[in-house]
């Protein structure tokens, strides 16, 4: 068995594991660490505990210490001078003309490098600013692009269940998210009410995908021809996914009749299980029609707003 100790730092989602050398480290206190970026300052969310050798990757860097009153004090003046850097790079930005916007600004822990975090439409020749910017602030000067999924993840928000949005409470990564997903839940394929905060699909469509997929797999489609318990062939008309049943036209003394199923009382040919790709990767032609197909559903809803207005 091998103790480990889980962090997570301010910009990152992501939980990094090291070695707790011996120290009984608890959850929620903060810790030095050593990191390809070079001493960071993390807080700890999995405590100190024993797992099998075999899931670790080695070798774990260890935790310098726990974090210090000295070390809280570094941090909070990092904070208060992150927000002067903050106001002086959108000043370059604005003297520089650049289509940029600033989302966020982090120093390191031992203030060897300051990091610019931002989006843009497209590339952005940012020389002459990071020229700008290493001569006000005297070290490394690091700008870094991001999309608009990684911008929520950092300044967070409320999503429209009322919770605090998944990605910069607590997912580590982006699951890649598609049309299908809504589809297959039976939502409304209205952009507004399928998409998040920033804009693309909701993270959150992909929480019960699975459970979905195997329900579905499990009643007909719409428009199939089933048999019934008590002897009777019908068109299925709908299906309740969660309740799994089905509503079945069926032929009753010459006179249809709309009834109302158990899956389990019914005969009919199983939904055909659609193969993935060994490699987990999306069908490139079938990716840019759902891109397409979304791009239509904005331009429709966008439409229907102006009508309105």
Do not use: W
Not at 77 to 100: F, G, P, S, T, W
Not at 228 to 234: A, E, F, Q, R, W
């Amino acid at each position: 068995m091998t103790k480990i100790v889980g962090v997570r730092f301010r910009t990152a989602g992501k939980i990094y594991y090291f070695d707790p050398k011996n120290m009984m480290i608890k959850r929620g206190e903060h810790v030095i660490v050593e990191t390809a970026r070079g001493v960071e300052y993390g807080r700890v969310v999995t405590g100190t505990r024993d797992v099998p050798e075999n899931t670790v990757i080695q070798p774990l860097k260890p935790v310098l210490r726990v974090a210090t009153a000295e070390d809280d004090e570094r941090v909070r003046r990092n904070h208060i001078r992150e927000k002067d850097a903050y106001v002086i790079c959108q000043e370059k930005i604005r003297k520089h003309k650049l289509e940029m916007k600033l989302i966020d600004v982090e120093y390191t822990f031992d203030n060897n490098k300051v990091l610019f975090y931002f989006t843009a439409d497209g590339r952005i020749d940012f020389r002459e600013l990071v020229k700008d910017l290493a001569s006000v602030f005297k070290t490394r000067i690091e700008l870094r692009q991001i999309g608009v999924r990684d911008e929520t993840k950092i300044l967070g928000g409320i999503g429209s269940c009322g919770r605090p949005l998944c990605c910069h409470s607590y997912l580590a990564e982006f699951a890649p998210v598609s049309i299908k997903m809504a589809k297959e839940q039976n939502l409304s394929l209205n952009p507004t009410k399928i998409s998040g905060v920033c804009g693309r699909l909701m993270c959150c469509l992909k929480n019960e995908e699975e459970t979905y997929e195997y329900l579905n797999s499990r009643l007909p489609n719409n428009g199939d021809f089933v048999m019934t318990v008590d002897g009777l062939k019908g068109e299925v008309q709908s299906v309740n996914v969660l309740r799994q049943t089905v509503k079945v036209l069926v032929d009753v003394d010459d006179e249809k009749e709309l009834r109302e199923y158990p899956v389990q009382e019914l005969k009919f040919r199983p939904r055909k299980k659609k193969e993935r790709r060994k490699d987990g990767r999306q069908d490139k032609e079938k990716e840019l029609a759902e891109l397409e197909e979304m791009e239509k559903m904005e331009k429709k809803e966008g439409k229907s707003r102006l009508d309105e207005d």
